[in-house]
């Protein structure tokens, strides 16, 4: 064999270019090389802005009123002294124009046995009313949003207004 005479083992591989086929002689084999593509996914961190929350909180006053009502007896005492006739019926604790009547009684000893209205417990009731005032502070919180760029500059406030508390 010459330098310039192809050796038979030497053959030309195909290429894509290539359309004409590539002769073996007997007994000689082809290697082809099978190719494979994989994927693969990586992720990363990136940074695209950033978010400040902050809650203010405002005060004001308010005075808060209600009226309270009281009530209050007077008793008063109101000699009678009347002896009751026999067979008259004891009197019995009553309501006369919003006045509550309780009878007081006694015996005393007499040759004979009498009944004696000595008073009555005459009872009114008075009520009042009073206005009050309690001073309380109200506290209302908001939420103050900020939006922040990745350099940290400002770009968008938002704020919600939270519900009210009450504290004295």
């Not at 008063?76 to 002896?83: E, I, S």
């Not at 019926?89 to 006369?96: H, N, Q």
């Given at each position: 064999m010459t330098a310039h005479e192809p050796n038979q083992r030497e053959q030309r591989q195909p290429t894509h270019q290539d359309e004409a086929p590539t002769q073996l002689a007997t007994g000689e084999s082809?290697?082809?090389?099978?190719?494979?593509?994989t994927a693969r996914i990586e992720k990363q961190v990136v940074e695209t802005g950033r978010v400040r929350v902050r809650?203010?909180?405002e005060t004001h006053d308010q005075i808060l009123r209600e009226s309270l009502r009281s009530d209050s007896v007077a008793v008063?005492?109101?000699?009678?002294?009347?002896?009751l006739a026999a067979g008259e019926?004891?009197?019995?604790?009553?309501?006369?124009d919003g006045v509550t009547i309780i009878p007081v009684l006694e015996e005393i000893l007499v040759v004979e046995k009498r009944l004696v209205l000595k008073e009555e417990v005459h009872i009114r009731k008075a009520?009042?009313?009073?206005d009050v005032e309690v001073p309380?502070?109200?506290r209302r919180q908001r939420a103050v949003v900020e939006r922040l760029s990745a350099d940290g500059q400002t770009t968008d406030t938002t704020a919600q207004t939270g519900s009210e508390e009450t504290s004295s």
């Open positions: 082809l290697a082809i090389p099978v190719v494979e593509e809650t203010e909180t008063t005492r109101v000699p009678v002294n009347r002896t019926a004891a009197p019995v604790a009553r309501v006369e009520s009042a009313d009073e309380v502070t109200l």
